[in-house]
């Protein structure tokens, strides 16, 4: 079982949805009393969002950066951006990180093609 790095916090009940659906997919997928290997590091979202409301983007990524590259050091080896909108930053967030990275965009995309999904619509945040 690989480690999973979590890099959370944006926002704290996002974060606890990834955590809650990583748990039960293991339990489904494994039976008894499994559970994954996690690491999470959850960052203060108000300084994040500050961030984005003045449209500084790469100051966000850059601390995201830093919290991506703590998670592959700590033993992560796959790392997952619990929250949408930051994903738009991702590549910077990245830099630095070899580690594997889920996209939300791909894993989207597959579902929809997936599904024979033709107009897939989108609700979230103005930022996303």
Same mark, same amino acid.
């Given at each position: 079982?690989?480690? +999973?790095?979590?890099?959370?916090?944006?926002?704290?009940?996002?974060?606890?949805?990834?955590?809650?659906?990583?748990?039960?997919?293991?339990?489904?997928?494994?039976?008894?009393?499994?559970?994954?290997?996690l690491l999470i590091r959850?960052?203060?979202?108000?300084? +994040?969002?500050?961030?984005?409301?003045?449209?500084?983007?790469?100051?966000?990524?850059?601390?995201?950066?830093?919290?991506?590259?703590?998670?592959?050091?700590?033993?992560?080896?796959?790392? +997952?951006?619990?929250?949408? %909108?930051?994903?738009?930053?991702?590549?910077?967030?990245?830099?630095?990180?070899?580690?594997?990275?889920?996209? +939300?965009?791909?894993?989207?995309?597959?579902?929809?093609?997936?599904?024979?999904?033709?107009?897939?619509?989108?609700?979230?945040?103005?930022? %996303?």
């Amino acid at each position: 079982m690989k480690t +999973i790095g979590i890099l959370g916090g944006m926002s704290a009940a996002s974060t606890q949805i990834y955590y809650r659906e990583l748990c039960r997919l293991t339990r489904e997928t494994l039976g008894g009393l499994h559970s994954p290997e996690l690491l999470i590091r959850s960052v203060d979202f108000d300084e +994040i969002e500050r961030l984005q409301v003045s449209s500084n983007w790469e100051a966000a990524a850059d601390i995201l950066n830093e919290k991506a590259i703590a998670l592959e050091r700590g033993g992560a080896e796959l790392l +997952i951006l619990a929250t949408n %909108t930051m994903h738009k930053v991702a590549d910077r967030i990245l830099a630095g990180v070899s580690i594997p990275f889920v996209h +939300i965009a791909d894993a989207t995309a597959t579902a929809i093609l997936d599904g024979g999904f033709r107009k897939p619509g989108l609700m979230a945040t103005a930022f %996303t």
